[in-house]
């Protein structure tokens, strides 16, 4: 990869890239059927598939960029022992590689770069088969600001040409705009997107005097901007978050709601 390309969109390159593996990974464990699952907490589970995509997005970026502090949601994954070869990712999405990067951003250096995992969103769902529900996430932020994120869908069907794919990644990047979705135009309804399976007496009463159209009821934070590409409310545990996914700094926006849970 060219250093001459800034650090900031060489990061989101290697994400995007990252991430597809991670996907794989979430679908390899899947497929074995030996999921692993630890109970952290009430209706808080972690799989092996958690784990290992954690293992992967970490071990590659940390073999790419040395200085970074990545926080991943789960626990030690270092202390389960090597990372296979085959999950050390180090090539980079062509297309994420060739953006402009942003004025303000191009200057960055690893040292003032926090990234973010959640290894495998919704998990919840994904124990209980409900798998398009899954999203790998990574966010991106400069100076305690997010500035960049991926979303990736595991179990996204793509059709390309005649062949059918499995998974799609979403990027976005601050002042250059979102890749890998095609957005529509929002309807002139209200549509609220709420949690699933971790709905509460605050959600239920907001939703309540929301007068909406549609409400959608679906798991993990990933999925719920991505299962529907015009403008949501989502309420989740009591707070709001308004989304306008057809502008282009949507996954900026979404990823301080990621900031926002991990915090």
Same mark, same amino acid.
């Given at each position: 990869m060219s250093t001459s390309v800034p650090l900031i969109v060489r990061l989101l390159s290697s994400s995007v890239s990252v991430a597809n593996r991670?996907?794989?990974?979430?679908?390899?464990?899947? @497929?074995? &059927?030996?999921? &692993?699952?630890?109970?952290?907490?009430?209706?808080d589970y972690q799989t092996e598939a958690d784990r290992s995509a954690q293992r992967c997005i970490i071990a590659s970026l940390s073999a790419q960029y040395p200085k970074l502090n990545i926080i991943g949601e789960e626990d030690n994954p270092d202390n389960e022992g090597d990372v296979p070869s085959?999950?050390?990712v180090l090539e980079s999405d062509k297309d994420v590689l060739s953006l402009e990067c942003p004025v303000a951003l191009k200057s960055v250096k690893e040292e003032d770069i926090v990234v973010w995992v959640d290894p495998l969103d919704g998990t919840s769902e994904y124990t209980q088969g409900f798998?398009?529900?899954?999203t790998v996430l990574i966010g991106i932020s400069v100076n305690e600001k997010p500035v960049a994120g991926v979303i990736h869908q595991?179990?996204?069907?793509? /059709?390309? &040409? @005649?062949?059918?794919?499995?998974?799609?990644?979403?990027?976005? /990047?601050q002042e250059v705009g979102v890749g890998g979705y095609t957005p529509a135009p929002p309807p002139d309804s209200l549509v609220i997107t709420t949690t699933r399976s971790h709905s509460n007496p605050v959600v239920e009463q907001a939703l309540s005097v929301m007068n909406a159209s549609q409400i959608l009821?679906?798991?993990?934070? &990933?999925?719920?901007?991505?299962?529907k590409s015009y403008r949501l409310v989502i309420i989740f545990a009591g707070h709001i978050f308004i989304? @306008?996914?057809?502008?282009?700094?949507?996954?900026?926006i979404y990823y301080r709601t990621i900031y926002y849970l991990f915090t």
């Open positions: 991670a996907g794989k990974i979430v679908r390899d464990v899947m @497929s074995k &059927g030996e999921l &692993g699952i630890i109970e952290k907490g009430k209706d085959d999950w050390i798998l398009e529900h899954v595991p179990y996204y069907k793509n /059709l390309v &040409g @005649s062949e059918k794919k499995m998974g799609r990644t979403i990027w976005g /990047l009821r679906v798991g993990g934070a &990933g999925y719920k901007v991505c299962s989304l @306008s996914l057809e502008i282009p700094s949507f996954i900026r």
